[in-house]
């Protein structure tokens, strides 16, 4: 009698975990790694992993920060993290050279968080001809230069590129090493407060520069259980911040390794979006949103300037089903 009280204790256990949805992990074998570096916009990110909510669906999740792009989209394509949060034409970009990706989740709108740094001497786009201009080759700032220098009628053979990534380009500036430098904040503004301003940001340029989230195809194939709960974790995610804008500021600047009023003060320049923004982002399947114009720029600008070798099919670059699932 008792091992049957047992086994009924054990089953019922068991039934309640599944009625409630939180404590099986729906992809047991291993954890869900995500690939990012350290940008605000993917700051909600650590909200739902110290808030409990991927858990909350079952998901043991990875975050592996790492600045360097290359290394992320290496990483990405030989299946080492299984998906990627990058910006927009980052995700074009990887699906032109054969990596197959969904994206699922759009985290932000730049507006004024990603920008140009430049000594006070360098008034106007334009007056970067011949100068020493720092930014990661293939990256979204790469993309955010050449639409500026495209509007002055200015191309890359302009000035003299310094490749580094967008944190290493801010430092870079701030220590007088570079004339200016393409990177997002907290750098603008370190870089404003050291003799230097901002020449031009998203404000000027608005579209252009946006971050989501993809999964290797292979991976979606496999276990979209996992994705359809990892998108339903984020949508909850950006409820609590709306909820508690306080406590997951707090939670989200902890993650990002920055102070409260630094993480706050980029939200000035940044939208980070929520269930419903994505839901107007994606649009639907007879009205397609904006994501899909911007994922089409991407591809058109990189294939114009022979950085892609063929242009993409933007809308199988895009799984709309989970987004659509995390409402009902």
Known sequence: ??????????????????????????????????????????????????????AKYGLDVELSVTQDLSARKQAFAGKRVDALATAHDVQVQVAAVGVPLKIVWAFDDSFGGDGI???????????????????????????????????????????????????????????????????????????????????????????????SLSFHADYVKKNPEAVQAFVKAMKDAMEYWHAHPEESNQIMAAGMGITLEEFVATLEGLKLMDYQDNLAFFGTETEPGALFTTLQNATDFYYDLKIIPAKQDVHGLVAAEFLYGAGQ
């Open 117 to 211: 740094l430049a000594k006070s001497e360098i008034e106007a786009i334009a007056d970067l001809k011949g100068k020493q201009v720092a930014f990661m080759r293939g990256s979204t700032s790469h993309f955010l230069l050449l639409t500026a220098l495209s509007s002055v009628g200015l191309t890359e053979n302009d000035v003299v590129t310094v490749n580094m990534t967008a944190g290493d380009a801010g430092a870079a500036f701030v220590a007088g090493r570079v004339d200016a430098a393409v990177t997002w904040e907290p750098w603008l503004t370190k870089g404003s407060g050291s003799g230097g301003h901002v020449l031009t940001d998203t404000k000027e340029f608005p579209g252009v520069i946006g971050d």
């Open 1 to 54: 009698m008792k091992k049957l009280s047992l086994i009924g204790m054990v089953i019922l256990l068991l039934f309640l975990s599944l009625a409630g949805g939180s404590s099986l992990a729906v992809a047991a074998d291993k954890p869900m790694i995500i690939s990012l570096p350290t940008w605000s916009g993917y700051a909600p990110l650590f909200l739902a992993r110290d808030k409990g909510f991927f």
